[in-house]
Structures are given as structure tokens and as C-alpha cells.
């Protein structure tokens, strides 16, 4: 079974400061690759995402993400965090089947992301 | 554009009782809808696969029995949870999956807080 790790549980940042999330997954076949941030008090939404092409992707609100197949990483990055962007943040996995119907996600734990002012 | 609700986002059940969550696409029609569960500081268990006009697909050890999953129309899935008991208490997720293989991108609803008495 494929398995999602994201290592930082918990991050405290300032304001201005550079964010990489990391986040390895398990499964060796074709996959496609997600961001997903729930602020606080909201429903989950899609930052970013990977299918296939340029390995480096940009999402909304700055955010970028880089797949490195090799490392069978896809880390989130954002060079200079603000204040709200205090949320936290999964690192999601699904098998590319091309069901056509929706392909299951495997989520990683999660990364509790505060930016302190 | 692609919005998912949930209703009700809170509710307070005796044990015992049955409850019934509504997982709406509001301005897309979902073919497959997903359900999950999410217990405190932990990350999206998915608990099964809905497509509509067939039966919902469990993951390995969701008693099918227990957890009722209705998926109508192409905008609605349902989740019942029957014969509740303090140990179903959760917060649980739909999400619903727009567009074909090539997009492969879930739209979560903002979740309902289930608590068994």
C-alpha cells in the first residue's frame, strides 16, 4: 500500500521567512501529486498539483512545489511565508489508474504551518 | 467554481441513533464522491469510494453495514452512520471529484463534526 510522510509535524516561522514542507511518498508506479491547505476553521483547498511535464509546479498564493522522482519527493515551498498563511498543510498521493473517475488520495499526517507577525 | 457542501456541519446524536450527512456538489456534477474520516490532530482516513448509480466501494476494515453510502444523482452522496456509538464520534469529510482521468483533482466539503452522547 502507498504511504504519504510528511516529517515536519509542527513549524513556527516569522513573517518573511523562506518554507520547505517536505513530503515523500511510498508508491513506485506513475502518480500524481497534491498540496492541500485547511486554514483554520475551513475546508480543505487544493494549493498545487502534479500530473505530469515540468517537474517544478507554482500553485495560488505563491506556493510552489517540485516532484524529484528520484527522491520520490514532491516538497512545498514559498520563499517568503506571511501571517496568513497559518494553516496546515497535506501532502497528498493518488495512483494515475485513469479511471476516469477519480483516483484515490492517500494523505500524508500533516504539517501544523504558524507564521508569527 | 467547484464547490462541495456538507450538511449538517455539526451535529449531537444519542447512542444508538442514526445519522444521515448530505454531500452536495453545487456547480458540478460529480461522478465519484468520496468519504472520510479525520480524527483530532490526524490526518484524512478515506473510508470509501461513491459513484453514482452503483454501490460505494469500503477500504479495508469500514463496515459497510455501519457506514451507508447513498450516492443518487450526480450532485448528492449521503453518509449514514447507523447505530451510532460514542467510538464513531469524528469529523467527517466528503469530497467530490470533478472532470475526467486528466484532471484527477478532489473538491473537499468543509466537513461535519459528529459527536455520539
Known amino acids: 500500500a502507498q504511504s504519504v510522510s510528511q516529517h515536519n509535524h509542527h513549524v513556527i516561522l516569522s513573517e518573511a521567512a523562506s518554507l520547505e514542507l517536505g513530503c515523500n511518498y511510498s508508491?513506485?508506479?506513475?502518480?500524481?501529486l497534491f498540496w492541500y491547505v485547511q486554514y483554520p476553521g475551513q475546508h480543505l483547498q487544493l494549493l498545487l498539483k502534479?500530473?505530469?511535464?515540468?517537474?517544478l509546479v507554482k500553485g495560488i498564493k505563491g506556493f510552489e512545489a517540485e516532484f524529484i522522482k528520484s527522491k520520490f519527493s514532491f516538497n512545498l515551498r514559498k520563499p517568503s511565508v506571511q501571517w496568513s498563511d497559518t494553516a496546515e498543510y497535506f501532502c497528498a498521493v493518488s495512483r494515475d489508474l485513469l479511471t476516469g473517475g477519480g483516483n484515490k488520495l492517500t494523505f500524508g499526517t500533516g504539517t501544523q504551518l504558524k507564521v508569527e507577525l | 467554481g467547484a464547490v462541495v457542501s456538507q450538511h449538517p456541519s455539526r451535529v449531537i446524536c444519542k447512542s444508538g441513533t442514526s445519522v444521515k450527512i448530505e454531500c452536495r456538489s453545487l456547480d458540478f456534477q460529480a461522478t465519484t464522491m468520496f468519504w472520510y474520516r479525520q480524527f483530532p490532530k490526524q490526518s484524512l482516513m478515506l473510508m470509501a469510494t461513491s459513484n453514482e448509480g452503483s454501490k460505494a466501494t469500503y477500504e479495508q476494515g469500514v463496515e459497510k453495514d455501519k457506514f451507508l453510502i447513498n450516492h443518487a444523482s450526480l450532485t448528492l452522496s449521503t453518509l449514514t452512520v447507523t447505530s451510532a456509538h460514542p467510538e464513531d464520534s469524528s469529523f467527517y469529510i466528503c469530497?467530490?471529484?470533478?472532470?475526467?482521468?486528466?484532471?484527477?483533482?478532489?473538491?473537499f466539503g468543509p466537513g461535519t463534526r459528529l459527536t455520539v452522547l
Open positions: 508508491y513506485g508506479g506513475t502518480v500524481n
Open positions: 469530497s467530490a471529484h470533478s472532470g475526467g482521468a486528466s484532471t484527477d483533482t478532489q473538491y
Open positions: 502534479y500530473f505530469s511535464g515540468d517537474p
